[in-house]
C-alpha cells in the first residue's frame, strides 16, 4: 500500500486520529501537509508524524481553507490526498442545546468539511485524480442520546462523501466517509470509565478503538488498492451498533 510519490493534506492533525493519520500516510511514502488551529502544535505534530509542513488552518474559514489548499497544491506540484478530519463533538441534551452550539458544531463539523471537499476536488480536478477521505461517525448513522447536533452533522458529512463521490467520479476523484465507533482521543477523553465500559461491552471486539486503528483504513481508502471505492461510508466501530 505504497504512497511514495503521492502529496496529502490531513485536517486537524495535530492530535488523535489526524495525527495518527498524518504518521500512517508519511510511514507509507507520501508528503504529507497537516494542519491545526495553533501554527506551533502544527508544526509540533509535522515533526512528530514525520510530515513535511504543519500549518495553521481554520476550517470553519472558507477563504482560508481554499488559499491554503491551493498553496499546497502549488508548492508539491499537486495534490493527491485530502482527509477532512477536522471536527468537535459536544454533547447536550435536547432542551440544554444552545444555538451557539448548533453554530459552532455545524460550522466546524458540516461547513468546515465542506469547505475542505470543495478546495480539494478544485485542486484535484486539473490532474483528473485524486482521493478524499472525511470523517463520519457511527452516531451519524444510528443517532445518539444527548448527541443531536453532533450525530446531525455527522449524517450530513456522510452525504457530502456520498453526494461528492457521485459528483467528482467522472473527473478521477474517488470520495468515501469513515464512521468510526468509540475511539480513544482527546474527543471521548470527557467519557465516564462507566460510559467507556457500557461502550466497550458492547461491541463484539470488547474494547474501544485506537487513533491508528481508523488511521489504517483511511489509509487504504486513498490508496490505490481501493481504486474502485468511491461514495462508501465504512465503518470502523469494533461491530458496535448503537
Ligand atoms: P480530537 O479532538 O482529538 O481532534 C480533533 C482535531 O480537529 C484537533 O486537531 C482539533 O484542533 C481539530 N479541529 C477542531 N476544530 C477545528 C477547526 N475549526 N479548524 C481546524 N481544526 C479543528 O478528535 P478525534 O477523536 O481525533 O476526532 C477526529 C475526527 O474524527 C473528528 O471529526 C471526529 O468527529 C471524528 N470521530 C471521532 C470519534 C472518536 O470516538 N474519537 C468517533 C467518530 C468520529
Redesign the pocket.
Known amino acids: 500500500m505504497s504512497l511514495s510519490g503521492r502529496v496529502a493534506l490531513v485536517?486537524?492533525?495535530?492530535?488523535?486520529?489526524?495525527?495518527?493519520t498524518a504518521r500512517a500516510l508519511a510511514e507509507a511514502g507520501a508528503t504529507v501537509v497537516l494542519?491545526?488551529?495553533?501554527e506551533s502544535?502544527a508544526k509540533e505534530?509535522a515533526s512528530a508524524a514525520g510530515a513535511a509542513a504543519g500549518l495553521a488552518?481554520?476550517?470553519?474559514?472558507a477563504k482560508a481553507v481554499s488559499a491554503l489548499v491551493r498553496g499546497v497544491a502549488k508548492e508539491h506540484g499537486k495534490l493527491d490526498i485530502v482527509v477532512?478530519?477536522?471536527?468537535?463533538?459536544e454533547d447536550a441534551l435536547l432542551g440544554m442545546i444552545k444555538e451557539e452550539l448548533v453554530d459552532t458544531t455545524l460550522?466546524?463539523?458540516v461547513a468546515?468539511?465542506l469547505h475542505t471537499v470543495q478546495a480539494a476536488a478544485r485542486a484535484m480536478m486539473r490532474k483528473k485524480s485524486g482521493a478524499i477521505v472525511v470523517?463520519?461517525?457511527?452516531?451519524?448513522e444510528y443517532g445518539s442520546a444527548g448527541q443531536t447536533v453532533?450525530a446531525a452533522?455527522?449524517a450530513a458529512?456522510a452525504n457530502i462523501a456520498r453526494s461528492a463521490a457521485k459528483e467528482l467520479g467522472r473527473s478521477g476523484i474517488r470520495v468515501n466517509a469513515?464512521?468510526?465507533?468509540?475511539?480513544?482521543?482527546?474527543?471521548?477523553?470527557g467519557l465516564s470509565e462507566d460510559a467507556k465500559a457500557e461502550n466497550s461491552s458492547r461491541t463484539p471486539l470488547g474494547r474501544?478503538?485506537r487513533?491508528e486503528e481508523?488511521a489504517n483504513a483511511i489509509r487504504f481508502l486513498v490508496s490505490d488498492e481501493a481504486s474502485f471505492i468511491t461514495g462508501q461510508v465504512l465503518g470502523i466501530d469494533g461491530g458496535l451498533v448503537l
Request: glycine share 18%; charged share 15%; net charge negative.
Open positions: 485536517t486537524g492533525g495535530t492530535r488523535g486520529i489526524g495525527l495518527a494542519t491545526g488551529r495553533d502544535r505534530a488552518l481554520d476550517v470553519t474559514d477532512a478530519n477536522a471536527g468537535i463533538m460550522s466546524t463539523n468546515g468539511t470523517l463520519a461517525s457511527i452516531v451519524g453532533y452533522s455527522k458529512v469513515v464512521a468510526p465507533g468509540v475511539i480513544e482521543t482527546d474527543l471521548t477523553s474501544l478503538g487513533p481508523v
